[in-house]
């Protein structure tokens, strides 16, 4: 008769490994697997990684049975295709009341680099400097060097709100300050904050662009047109003229016909009889001695 074991399997923490004082940006994940009865039970360890992780982000994994200690062992990890995340996979026999600890160890991958934050901001900036205000100044100008555009400004204003208040929120929410789950929390929203952000500055580039369009065409059309070269004069002939001269029993081209209209008639075009010869006076004396 099979008979349902309960385990209990539950995140213990999350923790930042250190390394002297400086922390090495790696994260600690430890499961824990308790088997309350009274006998050896064969179970399978389940359970979902945080979102965000790669096989490539796995450093390293531990387990712990009971009062040993920690060895580093290989045990599977697995992904679900469907929802595109890591899970924990592990089959195992535990002993009776034993208690076995789980550790993957993992690069902090829930915050947003501080160098990407730099150059997005360092990119809206650029977008609104004159080729001399890039070398010089930081002035809000459009690139023309007109006048600042209202709504260019505000948008601006709001990239770099946005980007002001990324680094914040990750300042306040790092795992020593907030704890797992509000430094987890807080990355997917900044993550979102951020796809929006990229948005804005697409679009930022957008209307610039549509901007340098539009005055270059002013540009083109203000400019003084200037008078198509003179091309070399070719003298007409009349048909008259270009028709060569006809040399004598050669019949002249029939003229094409031309229809003004669906029931009109198309009059063949008259034919030139060939150059008659008089007949000679013997030629008439002999036709008169014929018919005698």
Known sequence: MLRYVLIFVAVLFIAPLACGEESQDNVVIKIRAINPLEEKASITIRYSLPIGLTSEDILAKYIKRGNKPTKRQNFKIRLDKEKKTYFVDQP?????????????????????????????????????????????????????????DPIVIKLKEEILRQLEKISATQEANTIAKAGVTAHIDAYRKNAETLKQVQMDIAMLENILGEKETLKKEELLEDAPLSEPPSLPKIPVQSEEQAQPPLEVGQDQPVPSASIEGENRAVQPAATIEPFSVKPSIADKLRSWFRRR
């Open 92 to 148: 195992m026999t535990l002993a009776p009341k034993e208690v076995v600890v789980l550790e993957i160890e993992v690069k902090d991958v829930w915050a947003i680099p501080a160098q990407k934050l730099d150059d997005l901001q360092a990119q809206t900036e650029n977008l609104l400097k004159t080729p001399i205000e890039r070398e010089s100044t930081s002035a809000d100008f459009m690139n023309d060097g007109s006048a600042p």
